[in-house]
């Protein structure tokens, strides 16, 4: 299996009833500030809040009828949790989801809606994995990896595709993107130079949690003895099969202060009257802290995510 314009072309027709189509938001204001034309693509106001619901629906609906029969699990921190518990909820076949033990209880509340059996571990990589291998060996269900999956990959890059649609011509100088396991940003990747081969592709990293940006200057991946960021969804180590698809792909990966992340989740707010969650604010941070130069340029930013628990705002209280 292999990550291509072409399986993000059929993730697209697959999902489209499934999904929602966001809007790409645009500010005067912004534009004004920093001198460029910024284009955010609203995956925050995606089903589950989160660009997450595109890749899960798209792997279980790719599923044969004997696949789908025995179920699926995953391991997540929350949005793909919610999406692969929405996708099977839909197409009605049973899902068993791990969850780290300090996964913030908005995310948890947002999976228990759709039913699912919730499995809580330690808050390890290694202890989600035993968990879900458990899972399979016991139920014979399909491991639906949160980025490692090119299904899942190429339903993340049907995000890509509608921003480059519904921004007018001449189109998009650069595009900007989270990464946490890199489901996203190779989707993205792929669809970008794909379809725009000049457009620069910039992925953005909390300082933090600086795993992928490490990788991309040593060549190698080493896990962090220690991660710290706000930006829970994109705690974890970058995945092998991403890896390799981002050196391929992409053209820079910048990092961002926890205050600049903060920063950006208030502005995004108070400038566009959305949600987004510190995930998703991280490559308006990069803008903000002058992690990339947008001067004079077209810009697509993708705010991943919205799932904020609005009873611990990180401004409040300071």
Request: charged share 20%.
């Amino acid at each position: 299996m292999s990550l291509t314009l072409a399986t993000i072309r059929a993730a697209h027709t697959r999902i489209h009833p499934h999904i929602r189509r966001t809007p790409v938001l645009t500010s005067e204001a912004l534009d004004a500030a920093w001198s460029g034309s910024l284009f955010f693509k609203c995956e925050n106001l995606q089903h589950v809040g989160a660009f997450k619901a595109r890749g899960a629906t798209n792997a279980v609906f790719s599923l044969t009828a004997a696949e789908a029969a025995r179920g699926v699990c995953t391991h997540s921190s929350g949005n793909h949790a919610a999406a692969l518990a929405r996708a099977a909820k839909l197409r009605g076949i049973p899902a068993v989801i791990v969850m780290p033990s300090n996964t913030p209880q908005i995310k948890v509340r947002n999976v228990e809606r759709f039913g699912p059996r919730i499995l809580f571990c330690e808050p390890t990589q290694q202890a989600r994995e035993a968990a879900c291998e458990r899972i399979v060996a016991e139920t014979g269900a399909t491991l639906i990896h949160p980025f490692t999956d090119y299904r899942v990959m190429a339903g993340q890059g049907t995000a890509a595709i509608e921003l480059l649609e519904d921004v007018a011509a001449p189109g998009l100088d650069l595009v900007l993107c989270p990464v946490g396991g890199g489901g996203l940003l190779c989707g993205t990747a792929v669809a970008v130079k794909s379809l725009t081969p000049t457009a620069r592709v910039v992925a953005c990293e909390p300082a933090g949690a600086a795993d992928a940006a490490a990788a991309f200057r040593t060549g190698r991946i080493e896990p962090l003895a220690q991660v710290a960021t706000i930006a829970d969804g994109l705690r974890t180590t970058i995945g092998e099969e991403n890896f390799a698809l981002i050196r391929t792909h992409v053209d820079d990966i910048v990092t961002v202060s926890e205050a600049s992340i903060v920063a950006a989740m208030r502005r995004l707010w108070e400038t566009l009257r959305v949600v987004v969650e510190p995930s998703g604010a991280v490559p308006f941070a990069a803008i903000q802290e002058g992690k990339v130069d947008v001067r004079g340029k077209r810009v697509g930013l993708i705010l991943s995510g919205g799932n904020v628990d609005l009873d611990t705002l990180p401004w409040l209280n300071k």
